[in-house]
Structure formats: structure tokens, C-alpha cells
């Protein structure tokens, strides 16, 4: 977990205060100011920062199956927050928010639990 000091030291207190948490609704501003595309050009830059991103995940546990090369709780983290990021700013642009996005998975995971179909493949089972 990070500390106080890793915070300070990434400027989480200049953005969002002295808090435990963060308000979804707050970090979807946050990555709003952020963003430095619009229209088409974002839609594409987004996209291809979230599969970027999620292949940086991807390549860290690569690296670990194949070369066991080992990697920190904190690394993955931060590739983590990256694909949080894209995937913030996608939810934005679509005009939802990231709680938005987290309701939806839920009902949609939990429609599936009940139904017995966590398992399996294909968007709409
Ligand atoms: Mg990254």
C-alpha cells in the first residue's frame, strides 16, 4: 500500500486533499484536465493508450512466466492506474462516469453469476 509520503510525493494532496479515498466522480474531472485530444483524434489516442497499457500489464506477467522475472506489487499498480486512466477518459467522452462504468460491470457480472454463466465466452450470455 502506499504511504502518506508516496502521495505527497506524486502530488496526490495538490489534487484531491487530505483524503483515504478517492471520489470516482473527482478522479473523472481530474483525468478530464488531462486529456489533450478531441473528437476522433481522442477516441483513437484513447483506445490506443488503454490496449498500450493493458499490454504493459500483459508484458510484466509475460516477463514473469517466462524469464521469471519478478516484479513489485507498486509496478503493476502503476500500469494499473494507466488502464484506470484510459478507461476514465473513454467513460468521459461517451458522457458517463467511471461509477457509471463500475454499475453497469456489476449488474452485468452479477446478472451472469445467477444465470451460471460466468464462465464460457461471448459478450452477450
Ligand atoms: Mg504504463
Do not use: C
Not at 508516496?6 to 484536465?33: A, H
Not at 486512466?85 to 452479477?110: E, R, S
Amino acid at each position: 500500500m502506499l504511504s502518506g509520503d508516496d502521495l505527497e510525493k506524486f502530488g496526490y494532496y495538490d489534487n484531491f486533499g487530505d483524503k483515504e479515498t478517492v471520489d470516482p466522480k473527482e478522479y473523472s474531472q481530474w483525468v478530464e484536465k488531462k486529456i489533450l485530444t478531441e473528437d476522433q483524434e481522442r477516441l483513437i489516442e484513447n483506445i490506443l493508450g488503454l490496449v498500450g497499457e493493458t499490454g504493459e500489464v500483459a508484458e510484466k506477467v509475460k516477463k514473469l512466466m517466462r524469464d521469471g522475472t519478478r516484479f513489485a506489487n507498486e509496478e503493476i499498480l502503476h500500469e494499473l492506474g494507466d488502464v484506470l486512466f484510459y478507461t476514465t477518459a473513454l467513460a468521459n467522452l461517451y458522457g458517463q462516469g467511471l461509477q457509471d462504468v463500475m454499475k453497469l460491470n456489476i449488474m452485468k457480472l452479477d446478472d451472469r453469476q445467477r444465470r451460471g454463466k460466468l464462465k464460457g465466452s461471448g459478450d452477450n450470455r
